[in-house]
């Protein structure tokens, strides 16, 4: 484990990636912990974190004590491998498959590591942060209003 | 003519080289290295060959993605031996229309309107479920006024009787019950006319924001709803009259679909489908938000396990949410319906004009013609939007589906960072296969009736 982050009321354990399914198997599996449930995974893209670009996300529920948790495992760019958890939650097998299309981040041992939301022969991983929204002008009464991703940004 | 025939040139004996390389998915036949396949549409069967002795058979059926019963744009890919289904795949993606990759590019308070389209019978639970992931990244989640948070409970659960009744509609429909299509339907236009009358849209109607609702609920439409409400409970009976302890209505759906509290557990499957099997979990109950702790009502659980305890527990649902709905309208105290802290909440006190739009001519008036200062506060808010403070949270609401789930993750600027939903459809279809295999071909309608799946929220 590298860190544990309690905000909002919320806690996060990063976990390496070599630790995660030995991780998930025993929130699942001790009786203290009993986390039955996860709600599945998320990809974030931080291009600027270098080394640790992209992030999955599993957010945790226990029906049992009524608690939630959220893990957080990070993988370069260079080497986007993180091992499936599909064994331990199978709930995780279309979202790992997602994550894959959109982050095109390769979980090792996903029983079907294939796109799901995006065709089959699509180039790229739409939520990355390099890749562009798209979009045209469009007019209204004369004025040209830019796609979204080329208008005026206040962050 | 006669003399003609001879000359002509038979175009069928036209080849070129390497023509038999060219796979064409829509022709009769092709080799693969498994054998012939060959692809038919109905009505040529007899054109097909029976296998070569020893070799085996197998029947692969795609249902969908514009088949009436596959609830939308789902695709079904059955493998068959005659009317048994061996293998069940389920094909999504049809309706993937990039909601959170947008939302990327608008402010928080622009997001709602993209959340509302994702899971569109229920708007209200997008809604609240990312407007309260925004609010506990702002903190302001204790300084929601008490009106607004009442008007958000009972928008939200009369979306719940609506979101049910067309589960039952084109459930019943799907099964050949078309009264209980007519009649879901024709209940479901009264919570609409509700809907419009408060928000202005039927749909997508984007009336929960960060900080508070877009608009207040007047005493003459509070008036309205309450005359609306014997009507639809009136109504409702007709529906359960028509389908429980129907014995066509049970021999469709007793024992079909089945899916035991282990298979719920591992497949993280939430919502009726998980109450079906007598587990009485609800996000209400379990981890209140919106004060449903104040509330009263029953967590509805069945224990068969089977399409037709989901049905049950749809209709007792539908009377909780009625319930709730009288409490929520006995609350209603006047008061603000958007947070005081001017950062965040909306400029203006908006009431439906009119024209059905949001309007307020006081405030229109106050900054056009009074205040300087409101009126450059007013567009900054507008146009630049609040900063977020960065981090990141889950937040959760029960949808009539399941768990809606949001991820929300600010870097603290103006604009999300990213926004992921975890949507209960997208989760429990991939409970189809679970339910499905080895069962008859219109049990897969059966079970995916019951699974409740909306593609708008499964692909979003």
């Known amino acids: ?155 | 003519m006669s003399d003609m025939t001879d000359e002509t040139v038979m175009t069928d004996d036209v080849s070129f080289e390497g023509a038999e390389e060219i796979i064409d998915p829509y022709a009769l036949s092709y080799e693969t290295t498994e054998g012939t396949v060959y692809t038919v549409s109905g009505g040529d069967w007899d054109t097909i060959e029976a296998p070569d002795e020893g070799q085996k058979e197998r029947i692969v059926v795609n249902m969908g993605p514009q088949h009436p019963s596959t609830h939308g744009v789902l695709r079904l890919i059955l493998e068959l031996e005659g009317e048994t289904v061996t293998e069940t795949r389920c094909g999504i993606g049809y309706l993937h229309t990039g909601i959170e990759k947008n939302m990327e590019f608008r402010t928080w308070t622009q997001g709602v309107t993209f959340a509302t389209r994702m899971d569109y019978l229920t708007p209200f639970y997008n809604e609240a479920a990312y407007c309260l992931g925004v609010e506990k990244l702002l903190d302001i989640t204790d300084e929601i006024p008490e009106r607004a948070t009442v008007i958000r409970v009972l928008m939200m659960e009369l979306n719940r009787i609506s979101s049910h009744l067309v589960a039952l509609a084109t459930g019943g429909m799907e099964l050949g019950a078309l009264t209980a299509m007519t009649f879901g339907f024709r209940e479901r236009e009264l919570i609409l006319d509700i809907f419009e009358m408060v928000t202005g849209l039927r749909m997508n109607s984007a009336y929960i924001r960060p900080g508070g609702v877009a608009q207040d609920i007047t005493d003459d439409q509070v008036q309205r709803i309450r005359e609306t409400l014997p009507l639809l409970k009136k109504r409702m009976k007709d529906t359960s009259d028509l389908l429980v302890d129907n014995a066509i209505w049970m021999g469709r759906t007793v024992g079909i679909g089945y899916l035991d509290l282990a298979g719920c557990m591992a497949l993280g499957v939430t919502g009726p489908i998980l109450r079906s099997t007598g587990l009485p979990h609800d996000l209400r109950k379990a981890q209140p938000y919106c004060g449903y702790e104040n509330y009263e009502f029953e967590v509805a659980t069945a224990d068969t396990c089977d399409v037709y305890g989901r049905f049950l527990i749809r209709i007792q649902e539908m009377h909780e949410s009625m319930k709730i709905v009288e409490q929520a309208l006995d609350r209603l105290q006047p008061g603000p319906v958007m947070i005081e802290d001017k950062r965040v909440g909306w400029p203006a006190r908006l009431s439906i004009g009119s024209d059905g739009q949001g309007n307020s001519p006081e405030h229109i008036k106050e900054i056009m013609t009074e205040s300087m200062e409101a009126l450059i506060h007013h567009f900054k808010l507008v146009t630049e939007g609040f900063s977020v403070p960065a981090g990141q949270v889950y937040a959760a609401v029960e949808s009539p589906r399941g768990e809606l789930g949001v991820h929300l993750v600010s870097d603290g600027g103006t604009r999300p960072y990213r926004a992921h939903f975890r949507d209960p459809s997208f989760n429990n279809l991939q409970s189809t296969a679970a339910m499905c295999d080895g069962s008859m071909v219109s049990d897969v309608v059966a079970a995916v009736a019951s699974i409740d799946p909306v593609m708008g929220g499964v692909d979003r």
């Open chain 1, 1 to 155: 484990m590298e860190k544990v982050v309690v905000y909002r009321g919320e806690i996060t354990f990063f976990v390496r990636r070599e630790h995660l399914v030995a991780f998930v198997a025993a929130l699942r599996d001790e009786p203290a912990l009993r986390f039955e449930m996860c709600m599945g995974v998320n990809g974030v893209h931080y291009p600027g974190d270098v080394g640790r670009e992209l992030h999955a996300v599993y957010p945790f529920q226990s029906i049992t004590h009524n608690r939630r948790l959220r893990v957080e495992v990070t993988c370069p760019d260079a080497d986007p491998h993180i091992p499936s958890i599909t064994k331990v939650y199978p709930a995780n097998d279309w979202h790992e498959r997602e994550t894959y299309d959109f982050f095109g981040i390769i979980f090792d041992g996903h029983p079907s590591l294939t796109r799901i939301e995006m065709p089959d022969d699509w180039p790229g991983h739409p939520q990355r942060k390099d890749y562009p929204l798209g979009g045209i002008p469009v007019e209204y009464k004369g004025a040209e209003v830019p796609p979204p991703d080329q208008r005026r940004s206040y962050t």
